[in-house]
């Protein structure tokens, strides 16, 4: 059996085995240091939840604290990874995109296709995202919808610490800008991850659970609450297929369409908002390429068109939980 | 009330905690021997069938189709046709308000793979049981200690088995080094010093039956008899589109189709297994030991190392086990040999016959071993 590390572990692991391997593998962002190497200091926080803690002894010079200025970090690895570093930018919550999102989305994710395919740009953008950790409406949105809007990205949205550690080495090793997103809520999951390096494709769906009655399609946290669902949902006799995307962009669209060939309902779960949401996103694709294949309307379950609120009660309500899981698929396996 | 026998699900494998029911073999009312299959369940890595553990007549089913039961929990009852319906019904209400299932960690339940250093190779391996002469269960190209998952604890009822991960295998390390047949061999011998056993029974499938007739041509102090399960090195021919396809196969798609090769019964490929296998394949240096044993072992689309022709000359005590529809290496090479030594073929069974056919496997080994 292999060893049970955290999902947070996980991502150092996946850090620390790749800058071992690769001396232009650099870490930075505000804090990814986080008081290490100043006088007095032997190690200290590493990151605002000490995801990065341990590097900066174990590799001198590569991991670099920032200023508080995501448009002037964010830019700097965008232009380092041009000219053939591959830095790991941390934009600690995701909630703070938009002062750097030019960076992001008419820079980075358009060189390659702008300079005919001569320029490459081997950037990976860290970030928290998610409710659930009564940081209130600025650090809790869901936004992985909004970079998969944009070609030249690609976005990763792991929902377990093996997926976590394989999805981050194959983002280092990317030509191009990945966007990989972690939720906060996740960071002290447990599961089993070998000890050796490993990648994990993208575009690749993880079949969770296997069942022939209703398709539950669920990303990042909610695959847990899926389980949670599908666990209860088997008690009374219905028996879900859980498709974990594990990266939005690109997407397994194949996967997700052969499931629902074979369930004929599907349940999209999303913790993000509602409107142009990867939830939308897919049940457009299921509605437009399977729909001879439905029995039954497909059902979203997501958050709402509203800021998360800080309300520890309110935030409850917010986050899509089991339950609501359980009644969407209960509908859909009841349809007439 | 000693007369009645339960009939529980199945613990295979370490991380198991629930198995689901495919269907009943047996239904209410048939007379049962001891020994035959009853139930047929799977867990998520494995599908199998349950045998009854004492003769008499199935008097309930417990569980029907698709029901989803902890490890331990009742599936049905057996019971000679002269006990009650009342005891019997006693008897099942008292079981179930006794059981509890296990709780907590798998790593809480029986013995945990150890690792140990050999020859600078970090080494993982299970141990099962005590005393005895030891055996040592030794896996096929791509396999790791799983696949000995129905026979380990069976074979290991009277006395000590270790089950190894081979170098570039499992969870031991992925540096195979030269990536011979005689460095593997050496790498076992190594492995026996180094948990202390002198001589030991070798039960080798597939590659790991080629590995285990050069640990006896080398280190025939080393070894008390050999049990070769569907080896290599007894022909030539071997399924080499299976090897290549398994060394380059890079996701599921690619690989299912291909372990349908290894069962007689295709269905046996689950969801798991598949997954399992791609995480394995995906680790670091994996690929770069699976080419190169590939390329040492199997080279030109056959088997580099036959010997066939040894068996009668090791002077040990040699039995062969094979799947009449494996369709890996051919049963022909089992056929061979019969005559010089102790042949065993299961009908309707493939490549995997321990898995498939296990408790006919466990029992033959075990009479051979004595």
């Given at each position: 059996m292999a060893r049970k590390i955290t999902y947070q572990q996980a991502i150092n692991e996946a850090l620390d085995q790749e800058m071992s391997r690769d001396q232009n593998v650099i870490v930075m962002g505000?804090?990814?240091?986080?008081?290490?190497?100043?006088?007095?200091?032997?190690?200290?926080?590493?990151g605002v939840l000490g995801?990065?803690?341990?590097l900066y002894h174990k590799h001198p010079g590569r991991v670099i604290d920032t200023p508080i200025s995501e448009s002037g970090y964010v830019g700097a690895a965008i232009g380092a990874a041009c000219c053939g570093m591959r830095p790991v930018a941390e934009?600690?919550?995701?909630?703070?995109?938009g002062v750097c999102f030019d960076q992001i989305f008419n820079q980075a994710a358009k060189f390659r296709y702008m300079f005919g395919g001569k320029a490459e740009t081997p950037v990976v953008i860290r970030a928290m995202y998610g409710a659930?950790?009564?940081?209130?409406a600025q650090h809790s949105?869901?936004?992985y919808n909004i970079f998969t809007h944009i070609p030249g990205l690609k976005v990763v949205v792991p929902s377990n610490p093996y997926d976590a550690k394989g999805l981050l080495i194959q983002s280092i090793r990317d030509n191009d800008p990945v966007i990989f997103l972690e939720h906060?809520?996740?960071?002290?999951m447990e599961g089993e991850v070998p000890e050796e390096s490993y990648t994990v494709p993208f575009g690749e769906a993880a079949v969770v659970r296997e069942g022939h009655d209703v398709t539950i399609v669920a990303m990042g946290r909610m695959v847990q609450k899926a389980q949670e669902a599908a666990a209860e949902l088997q008690k009374a006799g219905i028996h879900c297929e859980i498709i974990d995307p594990?990266?939005?962009?690109?997407?397994?669209?194949d996967t997700i369409l052969e499931s629902v060939e074979k369930t004929g309902r599907l349940v999209v779960v999303d913790e993000?908002?509602?409107?142009?949401s990867m939830a939308s996103d897919i049940a457009g694709l299921v509605a437009e390429n399977a729909f001879g294949s439905l029995k039954a309307p497909i059902r979203q379950v997501t958050g709402y068109h509203a800021p998360v609120p800080f309300s520890d009660a309110l935030e409850e309500l917010y986050i899509p939980s089991a339950a609501k899981i359980i009644a969407a698929a209960k509908s859909v396996k009841e349809y007439k | 009330m000693s007369d009645i026998h339960t009939i529980t699900m199945p613990k295979?494998?370490?991380?198991?905690?629930e198995g689901k029911v495919n269907g009943w073999l047996k239904q209410v009312g048939d007379a049962i021997e001891k020994g035959q299959e009853i139930v047929e369940v799977e867990s998520e890595k494995i599908a199998g069938a349950v045998e009854a553990g004492a003769a008499g007549?199935?008097?309930?089913?417990l569980a029907g189709e698709e029901d989803v039961l902890p490890v331990?929990?009742?599936?049905g009852v057996i019971a000679d046709?002269?006990?009650s319906d009342a005891d019997i019904d006693a008897f099942v209400a008292d079981f179930q308000a006794s059981f509890k299932p296990a709780e907590g960690d798998?790593?809480?339940?029986g013995p945990t793979p150890q690792k140990i250093e050999v020859n600078g190779h970090k080494l993982r391996y299970l141990k099962r049981g005590e005393g005895g002469e030891p055996m040592v269960l030794i896996h096929g190209?791509?396999?790791?200690?799983?696949?000995?998952l129905f026979n380990h604890e069976a074979l290991a009822a009277d006395r000590e088995v270790y089950a190894l991960d081979l170098p570039?295998?499992?969870?031991?390390?992925?540096d195979v080094g030269e990536g011979t047949l005689e460095a593997l061999a050496d790498t076992v011998a190594a492995f026996m010093d180094a948990v202390g056993v002198d001589a030991a029974h070798l039960v080798g499938h597939s590659m790991g039956g080629a590995v285990s007739l050069t640990v006896a041509t080398r280190?025939?102090?080393?070894?008390r008899s050999l049990s070769l399960i569907?080896?290599?090195?007894?022909?030539?021919?071997?399924?080499t589109g299976y090897i290549e396809g398994f060394v380059s196969a890079a996701n599921r798609n690619a690989l299912k189709p291909l372990l349908?090769?290894?069962?007689?019964?295709?269905?046996?490929?689950?969801r798991q297994l598949v997954d399992d296998l791609l995480k394995y394949k995906r680790l670091e240096g994996v690929g770069a030991a699976l080419g190169t044993l590939s390329g040492n072992?199997?080279?030109?689309?056959?088997?580099?190392?036959?010997?066939?022709?040894r068996l009668s000359g090791l002077g040990k005590p040699v039995l062969v086990i094979w799947g009449?529809?494996?369709?890996?290496?051919?049963?022909a090479h089992a056929q061979a040999v019969s005559g010089r030594v102790q042949v065993e073929v299961f009908g309707n069974?493939?490549?995997?016959v321990q898995m498939e056919a296990a408790n006919d496997v466990n029992r033959a080994i075990a009479r051979f071993v004595g």
């Open positions: 505000e804090d990814v240091a986080g008081g290490a190497g100043s006088p007095g200091e032997q190690d200290a926080w590493g995801v990065t803690r341990g934009l600690m919550f995701v909630d703070f995109l659930g950790f009564r940081a209130a949105q869901c936004l906060k809520a996740l960071y002290t594990r990266t939005t962009s690109p997407l397994d669209t993000s908002h509602p409107r142009c | 295979w494998g370490l991380s198991m905690q007549v199935l008097r309930r089913q331990g929990g009742l599936l046709a002269s006990v798998a790593e809480d339940q190209f791509g396999g790791d200690l799983n696949n000995w570039g295998h499992g969870e031991s390390t992925k280190h025939p102090q080393r070894v569907g080896s290599a090195g007894l022909g030539e021919e071997i399924n349908g090769d290894l069962f007689a019964d295709t269905s046996l490929v689950t072992l199997f080279a030109n689309g056959r088997q580099n190392s036959v010997m066939a022709d009449e529809e494996d369709r890996i290496i051919p049963v069974r493939g490549h995997m």
